[in-house]
């Protein structure tokens, strides 16, 4: 098993009556790139804050690098670059001045400022005051604040949030492009599934502070019920053949319809053609991933 | 203790090219101005007067400037107070701070240093005004350094309990805009406060009216009660700040 840079046991956040997250266990694989995906006010942020002991859990332990991230905060917090809720920046300085501040802080050198505007895009507008620029390139510095230091971990709160297609081309082209020229693990937020499934490898979803499932992104895709499509004569006999035979069966425009959590499909062929059916379509619809979705967070997307 | 200063040169370049810096090198200059001004017109008449009889011409600068700068001061550091807050409050920068492997209590206390190291400047910087004012103005006497050492230092010392009052409720109250405000009535009242010495022992908005070198003010009210205070109310926000989350 691989060794896992996040692991959370029993996580749970109340605030008054409020519960904002409910027993998380989340696991995050080292080398991963981990989506964690849920609507607005689902958890995400909560999460995220309480993995950096920005946020004290009411109950349960967020461990980081197998340490327990309230006895070891600094020694978790020098391995961890993290991006909460919204890229941070004082307007009145230039890009360099913003990450000279974060260089300061964690006695870096300064070839890091250099190496992090490099990988992020922004060496040409380092001298340039942030109040000048764009909102990608706002998230785009906020990324090279969380990339400075040689991190392992990478923790990213919703960093397309409110740019235009373009800029979200161009944060999500960025972020995959972060294992590979860091090295690091990165947890990536977002109440965007399209996003979640181009950009992630593994993903978590939580919904109402649980998390509901948690794995590979092929998991994810395989997980609730598939449906076959079949084209066969005699029609109405063959929908009373399906049943007798304990399928759950629709018809829909001159087709049966099965739906079911584990289907195979040679099998329903087989028996349909010894039966004497004479089938002319067969075919699997795999279900598309905001279906799933949908379907596991019943029916509220974010 | 590198960790607190790395912190605190973090503050100092937060604040470069922002409003801070003028306003605490220039409120001293003005001030000092417009005392100037007042002595320039008015000096024979002052010195004149039944009330004044026996004061040197430093005394008389120190009197009628502190009419102004005891509200001037605790003015301005209310408003840095509040900026060297309102900058993270604006750019939503403590969050992201706080994730940096930091302690809590020594980002805290980096921004209460930088306050207080401002208002040093400031009130330092009004020293060597008054100064100036007096040599200009041609006093007879000379130079009284000994009454304007005091006068300064008892302002640093004093100005402590207002500074740390200020942090912590800058830190504490997530709109900055309304610690400034509160700031704001706390020095608007401090002469109302300042009619009662008991109360003032406690009000720290009222400290720096006592910070006059005069034997008929109590100057340890500033000394003793500015530096207590301002330690407690340090202490205070030290512990309320490192268990803060950060929502």
Request: proline content about 3%; charged content about 20%.
């Amino acid at each position: 098993m691989s060794e896992l840079v996040i692991e959370t046991k029993g996580l749970t956040k109340e605030f008054g009556s409020l519960t904002a997250v409910k027993d998380l266990n989340l696991k995050v694989k080292k080398g991963a790139l981990y989506g964690f995906l849920g609507a607005n006010g689902a958890g995400k942020s909560t999460t995220i804050r309480m993995l950096l002991d920005l946020v004290k859990p009411t109950r349960g332990n967020a461990y980081l690098f197998n340490k327990d991230i309230r006895y070891h905060r600094k020694e978790i917090l020098r391995k961890v670059g993290a991006m909460v809720e919204s890229p941070s920046y004082y307007e009145n300085l230039t890009a360099y001045e913003n990450l000279e501040i974060i260089r300061r802080i964690l006695k870096l050198e300064r070839k890091e400022i250099d190496k992090a505007l490099e990988i992020v895009n922004l060496s040409k507008w380092k001298d340039k005051r942030v109040k000048t620029f764009s909102l990608g390139m706002k998230q785009r510095l906020g990324i090279a604040q969380a990339l400075m230091g040689d991190r392992e971990l990478l923790i990213l709160d919703e960093p397309t949030n409110g740019l235009d297609p373009a800029g979200v081309r161009e944060i999500r082209n960025l972020i995959i492009s972060l294992p590979e020229i860091t090295g690091a693990t990165v947890l990536i937020s977002s109440h965007i599934l399209s996003e979640i499934e181009l950009i992630a490898d593994h993903v978590g979803i939580i919904h109402n502070g649980k998390l509901l499932f948690q794995g590979t992104l092929e998991e994810l895709k395989e997980m609730g019920n598939r449906e076959i499509a079949i084209k066969a004569q005699p029609l109405l006999e063959a929908e009373k053949f399906l049943r007798n035979k304990g399928y759950d069966v629709e018809m829909r425009e001159g087709r049966l319809y099965i739906t079911a959590e584990r289907i195979n499909i040679e099998e329903v062929n087989r028996e349909m053609v010894l039966e004497g059916f004479g089938v002319s379509h067969l075919s699997e619809n795999k279900k598309k991933l905001e279906e799933v979705f949908l379907q596991m967070t019943g029916g509220i997307e974010g | 203790m590198m960790e607190f200063y790395r912190l605190l040169r973090g503050e100092f370049l937060k604040q470069k090219k922002s409003l801070t810096w003028p306003i605490s090198l220039f409120a001293p200059i003005l001030a000092g101005g417009l005392s100037f001004i007042n002595l320039l017109i008015r000096y024979d008449y002052l010195m004149g007067l039944e009330a004044n009889q026996g004061l040197s011409s430093w005394n008389l600068l120190l009197f009628q400037h502190h009419f102004m700068w005891f509200i001037f001061l605790p003015l301005v550091v209310t408003v840095i107070a509040w900026m060297v807050h309102y900058i993270e409050f604006k750019s939503g920068g403590l969050k992201n701070t706080l994730a940096l492997p930091v302690s809590k209590k020594k980002v805290y206390l980096a921004k209460w240093a930088l306050v207080f190291i401002l208002s040093s400047i400031m009130i330092i910087i009004n020293g060597f005004v008054l100064l100036l004012v007096g040599i200009a103005l041609r006093f007879p006497e000379a130079v009284d350094f000994i009454l304007i050492l005091k006068y300064s230092l008892y302002q640093i010392i004093g100005i402590l309990s207002l500074i740390s009052l200020q942090t912590l409720i800058s830190a504490g109250i997530n709109n900055t805009n309304i610690a400034l405000a509160m700031g704001f009535v706390g020095v608007a009242s401090s002469l109302f406060f300042a009619q009662s010495e008991k109360l003032a022992k406690l009000i720290p908005y009222a400290h720096i009216i006592f910070t006059l070198p005069d034997p008929t003010i109590n100057n340890h009210i500033p000394i003793q009660y500015g530096l207590s205070l301002g330690m407690a109310f340090l202490l205070i926000g030290l512990i309320y700040f490192n268990r803060k989350e950060i929502c």
